[in-house]
């Protein structure tokens, strides 16, 4: 390749930070070293000279905790160059190139090493630092334009409304006293019924009404209903099959107590402000249907009653976690 080129692709590497991307090689024969200047470089879909020998394989990939800047395509490209010229290789075939994703921020290059005729290396230099250049900028411009449409996309898999309804268990989480004991960690059910209405953006807002149902023994009964608005964020996979939502709401609580105990027969309710976070996740069975798993947080300040002492608290009344599940229509 000419030294253009390389002295591009070295000052890449040279401009990234210590932490080194990974190369390997798989070497059939090993010759004397070349100069990185004299490798040609064949694209992907270029077809090798008749009388290219092979002499090794070599992949260029994240090492693990690689800076962005040090793994772009010039610099992993670079790396592989030179470990070519290292072999004895005149020649580097692209197998195959990875853009980065979710599994790497790292451009990734897989190669052949070719050993060519030196007249194919003096005639080539040329014509492939142009094509390369060319190539690279329809390659980067291709990449821009499949993450705008990707983005685009998901956009559009976005349901623009849902509709939640779930049920399962339910546990108080605070320590909680009654008039007739101290309780903490007690289990019940849960029911919940949303709303949501999603922009393009991902974001909206929703309608959440819970439900919870505890028991105490002695007969005591604990109930709480809550409603109310929420801002909501949603999020819809590029193929279409799982949706990701989280929601913040605050609204209206009636907490109530009662017991059946025909000894100590007593209702005891309160109305207060409540809040809810909610995080699910969600798998598409239909156009129109889903089923989907959430986790709440719930949380119920309620007043001090009068008659016995709560001041050890510094927060009295209800937090509930609870994990539902249940169906998700599209709209």
Same mark, same amino acid.
């Given at each position: 390749?000419?030294?253009?080129?390389?002295?591009?692709?070295?000052?890449?590497?040279?401009?990234?930070?210590? +932490? &080194?991307?990974?190369?390997?090689? =798989? !070497?059939? *024969?090993?010759?004397? %070293?070349?100069?990185?200047?004299?490798?040609?470089?064949?694209?992907?879909?270029?077809?090798?000279?008749?009388?290219?020998?092979?002499?090794?394989?070599?992949?260029?990939?994240?090492?693990?905790?690689?800076?962005?800047?040090?793994?772009?395509?010039?610099?992993?490209?670079?790396?592989?160059?030179?470990?070519?010229?290292?072999?004895?290789?005149?020649?580097?075939?692209?197998?195959?190139?990875?853009?980065?994703?979710?599994?790497?921020?790292?451009?990734?290059?897989?190669?052949?090493?070719?050993?060519?005729?030196?007249?194919?290396?003096?005639? +080539? &230099?040329?014509?492939?630092?142009? =094509? !390369?250049? *060319?190539?690279?900028? %329809?390659?980067?411009?291709?990449?821009?334009?499949?993450?705008?449409?990707?983005?685009?996309?998901?956009?559009?898999?976005?349901?623009?409304?849902?509709?939640?309804?779930?049920?399962?268990?339910?546990?108080?989480?605070?320590?909680?006293?009654?008039?007739?004991?101290?309780?903490?960690?007690?289990?019940?059910?849960?029911?919940?019924?949303?709303?949501?209405?999603?922009?393009?953006?991902?974001?909206?807002?929703?309608?959440?009404?819970?439900?919870?149902?505890?028991?105490?023994?002695?007969?005591?009964?604990?109930?709480?209903?809550?409603?109310?608005?929420?801002?909501?964020?949603?999020?819809?996979?590029?193929?279409?099959?799982?949706?990701?939502?989280?929601?913040?709401?605050?609204?209206?609580?009636?907490?109530?107590?009662?017991?059946?105990?025909?000894?100590?027969?007593?209702?005891?309710?309160?109305?207060?402000?409540?809040?809810?976070?909610?995080?699910?996740?969600?798998?598409?069975?239909?156009?129109?249907?889903?089923?989907?798993?959430?986790?709440?947080?719930?949380?119920?300040?309620?007043?001090?009653?009068?008659?016995?002492?709560?001041?050890?608290?510094?927060?009295?009344?209800?937090?509930?976690?609870?994990?539902?599940?249940?169906?998700?229509?599209?709209?």
């Amino acid at each position: 390749m000419s030294r253009l080129l390389y002295l591009f692709l070295t000052a890449a590497v040279l401009t990234g930070c210590s +932490t &080194a991307p990974k190369v390997v090689t =798989e !070497m059939d *024969e090993t010759l004397p %070293a070349k100069r990185p200047s004299d490798v040609v470089i064949y694209e992907t879909k270029d077809i090798m000279p008749d009388d290219a020998r092979r002499i090794g394989k070599v992949k260029v990939t994240d090492g693990g905790f690689t800076p962005t800047r040090n793994c772009q395509y010039g610099s992993m490209l670079a790396l592989a160059v030179r470990k070519a010229a290292e072999n004895g290789a005149n020649a580097l075939h692209i197998d195959e190139h990875k853009a980065p994703d979710l599994r790497s921020t790292c451009h990734r290059i897989w190669g052949t090493m070719y050993v060519v005729s030196d007249s194919i290396v003096r005639n +080539t &230099a040329q014509v492939s630092l142009r =094509e !390369m250049e *060319e190539k690279k900028d %329809a390659e980067l411009w291709e990449l821009y334009q499949e993450e705008i449409d990707r983005q685009q996309k998901t956009r559009a898999n976005n349901p623009k409304n849902v509709v939640k309804l779930s049920a399962g268990v339910s546990w108080i989480t605070s320590e909680f006293q009654t008039p007739y004991g101290t309780y903490r960690s007690r289990a019940g059910y849960g029911l919940n019924a949303s709303y949501q209405h999603l922009w393009d953006s991902g974001l909206g807002f929703g309608i959440d009404y819970l439900f919870y149902d505890t028991s105490f023994g002695n007969g005591i009964g604990q109930k709480i209903n809550y409603i109310g608005p929420s801002i909501v964020f949603g999020y819809t996979t590029y193929d279409n099959q799982w949706r990701f939502d989280g929601s913040l709401g605050i609204g209206y609580a009636n907490y109530k107590e009662e017991t059946n105990n025909p000894h100590m027969a007593y209702i005891y309710t309160q109305s207060r402000v409540g809040a809810n976070v909610a995080l699910g996740a969600e798998y598409r069975i239909a156009k129109h249907l889903g089923i989907g798993m959430q986790m709440n947080a719930f949380t119920l300040p309620l007043k001090r009653p009068e008659g016995y002492d709560t001041s050890k608290y510094n927060f009295y009344g209800i937090r509930h976690f609870d994990i539902m599940g249940g169906l998700r229509i599209y709209l």
